[in-house]
């Protein structure tokens, strides 16, 4: 910038001449420069502020429009973050209907090493092989002198193991803190709870995923951390679901079955109280899946969903309640079911050759007849019989809310003909699992509405649409008790609780078509009290033998119902079921004028 002179002499000059004051020239020209100054920092300041000012404005737009963006989005809690950021391992508990815990979270560590850090790998692999006796000294030899820079040892560790490690000293050997899964009570429940592995891992953190049963089915929920505080609740009984695991475990092995099962549900909620699958597993330790043989065989199989069987004769009520509701028959209708009887070509025998001539509807159900049921069936048809049984559950797949329920689909005819028709009225042609099979008979015993299972707690009745009259449901519930006092389930009695039921024996299918002559399903499906029914109980067991008599018996007479019994007498004070006499049955007199 070129600056003028204060003082030009150009001005100075002519001024003397004038007899003008020179001062007054400079100081003009001081003003001036002071005015040029104070502009062009003006200027400058100007350009500052707008610079500065659009800065702001663009900062504040980048906040305004991400505050819209969250304020129109769903809202979400973080759970995972940039690489390198913390993992969310938090998990909300699980606990039975009264609070009991079922599943929570444990601290603990896990264990990994880096080699390049490590002083002395030789020495820190037989450390590791001593602490760690399923690792093998050379393979963590080769793993910690070759190029690796990283690699995890153990995924979880006790406080016990990570002192031992301590002491080996190596800096090579570090501990990253772990949120693992802990199943308190070991194996009780271990179906429904399913189990918990790591999802995302890191050093600092790893994510707590469900694998199975509840854990998998609701862990979306598990894993919100917004849920931290509110655990999950499930209908189970704590209480309850131990008396059953034990009294159906001794059953299984006193019946020599290789499996078993059993249902408690409650009619009105649908909720399920207890459900047993064994053998079963600790969920704490959950073993792999086979990936060979039958896997119906395996700890982790899921009977009372996945177990779809042939129920045999616990299916005859159904024939006989649909009957009575289409005004077919009656409890007291006379149906001749003597030989022989062919449909569609085939015979329909009687268990043993057996020939019980005419019986009543009731009898037909106390006695288990195949011809009787098949008759009514055969009066009900085709059409009439599948819109019934899809109506009760039987065509899907249960709702009970664990994973592997929605694998439990029924297994239903290619072509529902007359014979399939008659076949499935006494529990053959059609398979379906423990758990639909407690859910029809929740139907009849509170008054003919459908329940859908569930395993969460709910807070009154869930029943849904109306399946049958409150007529034909109390005729079916008074015939089921007559099976205990007077049929085949008589060893089904339960002093004070007043059961009824009905027993199911069906041959076994081979996997590859037709039937074994020595393996059966035993099944007892049971209501109880049968005056005043609160809860229905079904007990299955896989290939059972009693064999205390002269010849091994496999009927459910003898293996079933015994164990549901033996249920029923210990879980029913758990229940808070009192024992009580049950109600008389006044005489049908009709009182009429003596004129």
Known sequence: MIRTPLRPLARILPAREAGENPDAIERENIRARHEDMRDHAR???????????????????????????????????????????????????????????????????????????????????????????????????????????????????????????????????????????????????????????????????????????????????????????????????????????????????????????????????????SVVSLPNFDPNNRPRPATKGDQSDSPLFNRSVQGVYELGSTFKIFAAAQAIELGLVSPSTVIDTSGPMRVGGFPIGEFRNKNYGKLSVSDIIVKSSNRGTGRMALQIGV???????????????????????????????????????????????????????????????????????????????????????????????????????????SMGEVPGYAVGGKTGTADKPKPRGGYYEDKVIATFATLFPAHDPKYVLVVTLDEPVETSGDKPRRTAGWTAVPVAAEMIGRIAPLLGLRPTVEPGRLADITLTSSN
């Not at 400058?44 to 663009?58: K, M, N, T």
């Not at 609701?218 to 009294?247: C, H, I, K, M, W």
């Not at 015993?445 to 969460?456: E, H, Q």
């Open 43 to 273: 200027q400058r300041a100007e350009g500052r502020l707008l610079v500065l000012g659009l800065f702001f404005f663009c900062a504040f737009g980048v906040v305004g429009l991400r505050m819209g963006m969250l304020a129109t989005s769903e809202p979400v809690e973080p759970r995972t973050a940039a690489q390198g950021a913390a993992i969310s391992a938090s998990r909300a508990d699980i606990v039975d209907r009264n609070g009991h815990l079922l599943a929570t979270n444990f601290e603990t560590h896990a264990l990994y090493a880096q080699p390049p850090h490590m002083v002395d790998p030789v020495a820190s692999a037989k450390g590791l092989a001593a602490v760690f006796p399923d690792l093998k000294e050379a393979d963590l030899i080769k793993q910690f002198t070759g190029k690796r820079k990283f690699l995890w040892i153990k995924k979880k560790i006790s406080p016990e193991q990570m002192q031992l490690v301590h002491e080996i000293g190596d800096p090579g050997l570090l501990f990253g803190p772990r949120d693992m899964r802990l199943y308190p009570n070991g194996t009780l429940a271990a179906h429904v709870l399913g189990g918990a592995s790591f999802g995302k891992e890191g050093v600092s953190a790893a994510e707590v995923i469900g694998v199975a049963g509840v854990e998998k089915q609701f862990d979306d929920y598990l894993r919100d951390p917004a849920n931290g505080q509110n655990p999950l609740e499930l209908s189970l009984d704590l209480t309850v679901q131990a008396a059953s695991e034990r009294v159906l475990y001794g059953g299984m092995k006193i019946m020599n079955a290789k499996g078993a099962t059993s249902v408690l549900m409650d009619v009105h909620t649908g909720e399920v109280i």
């Open 383 to 489: 059409k009439r019989q599948q819109e019934f049984l899809k109506s009760l559950g039987f065509f899907d797949a249960t709702p009970f809310e664990i994973f592997e329920a929605r694998t439990g689909k029924p297994l239903l005819p290619k072509r529902w003909t007359d014979l399939s028709a008659v076949t499935i009225s006494y529990g053959h042609g059609l398979s379906t699992s423990p758990m639909h099979l407690a859910a029809g008979y929740a139907a009849i015993a509170n008054g003919g509405f459908k329940v859908d299972p569930t395993i969460l707690k709910q807070t009154g009745p869930q029943t849904k649409e109306r399946v049958m009259s409150t007529g034909a449901a109390n005729a079916a519930r008074d015939m089921l008790r007559a099976v205990v006092t007077s049929g085949t389930a």
